[in-house]
C-alpha cells in the first residue's frame, strides 16, 4: 500500500521560507513521478512542481518558478519543496502525490496521478 505523508507547512510571512516534506513508502519509486500540487479555498487544485524520481528532471509552475525547487533523497524515500519568497497567493493546502512513468506531460495533470498525501496547510500573512 503506497502511502505519502507531508509535513513542514505553518504559517509564514511574505518573503518567507518553508520546506515542506513527503515521506513515500509501500513501493519502489525509481520508476515514478514525484509532485506537489495546491488548492486555494474555492479553487481547483494545480500543479506546482514534479521530480522524476530516476532522472531527477524537474518542472515547475510559472508561478513558482525561480523561487520553489523540488528535491528527493533516495535514502529515505523522502521528497521536499523549498519554498522562498514566499507572497500570499501561495496559501493553500499542498499536497505530495505520485505516479508510475516519467511523462513530462503527464507529470503537470492532477488526474494522471494515482497516490496522494493528505496534505499539509500553508498559509502565507502580508
Known amino acids: 500500500q503506497v502511502q505519502l505523508v507531508e509535513s513542514g507547512g505553518g504559517l509564514v510571512q511574505a518573503g518567507g521560507s518553508l520546506r515542506l516534506s513527503c515521506a513515500a513508502s509501500g513501493r519502489t519509486f525509481s520508476s515514478s513521478t514525484m509532485g506537489w500540487f495546491r488548492q486555494a479555498p474555492g479553487k481547483e487544485r494545480e500543479f506546482v512542481a514534479a521530480i522524476l524520481w530516476s532522472a531527477g528532471n524537474t518542472f515547475y509552475s510559472d508561478s513558482v518558478k525561480g523561487r520553489f525547487t523540488i528535491s528527493r533523497e533516495n535514502a529515505n524515500n523522502t521528497v521536499y519543496l523549498q519554498m522562498n519568497s514566499l507572497k500570499p497567493e501561495d496559501t493553500a493546502v499542498y499536497y505530495c502525490?505520485?505516479?508510475?512513468?516519467?511523462?513530462?506531460?503527464?507529470?503537470?495533470?492532477?488526474?494522471?496521478?494515482?497516490?496522494w498525501g493528505q496534505g499539509t496547510q500553508v498559509t502565507v500573512s502580508s
Open positions: 502525490a505520485t505516479r508510475l512513468g516519467s511523462s513530462w506531460i503527464a507529470a503537470r495533470r492532477v488526474n494522471d496521478y494515482d497516490y
